[in-house]
């Protein structure tokens, strides 16, 4: 009996994990995966920890979109931070990016979780190998 409960257990954590990583919620730009997962498409040197949306927009204090998404005028499909933040600076400006995903993402996500003193602040908390 115990030990059919084990098992039990186990396999119930695991549906619920997997529910869970693949949830999805509406948001006023469209619907959006609970948890992210950056992907560069260019080769990047060190992998991105997901980035879990839906906390940061229920539990992290993070109630507008134009927070992270600064170009989003509140009507339309909210584009992905790679379609105008790209690996060079060049490249970056001929999208309208102005800057690179390195800065951007280190400024501001990086700058939020220091001065709110939660999250992630250093390389290998965001970079792990």
């Known amino acids: 009996m115990k030990r059919t409960l084990i098992v039990f257990f186990v396999i119930a954590a695991f549906v619920m994990g997997t529910v869970a990583v693949a949830g999805v919620t509406s948001t006023p730009g469209g619907k959006v995966a609970d ?4 992907k560069p498409p260019w ?13 940061h927009t229920t539990k992290y204090g993070v109630k507008k979109c134009q927070e992270c998404h600064h170009t989003w005028k509140g009507k339309g499909q909210i584009q992905k931070c790679f379609t ?13 990016g102005g ?28 970079h792990p190998k």
């Open 35 to 38: 948890v992210i997962k950056f």
């Open 43 to 55: 080769k990047a040197k060190k992998i991105f920890l997901p980035f879990n949306h839906k906390l």
């Open 84 to 96: 105008c933040h790209l690996k060079k600076a060049e490249a970056s400006k001929a999208k309208g």
């Open 99 to 126: 800057h690179t995903a390195f800065k951007v993402f280190h400024k501001n996500c990086k700058g939020c979780h220091k001065k709110l003193k939660k999250g992630p602040t250093k390389c290998k908390q965001c």
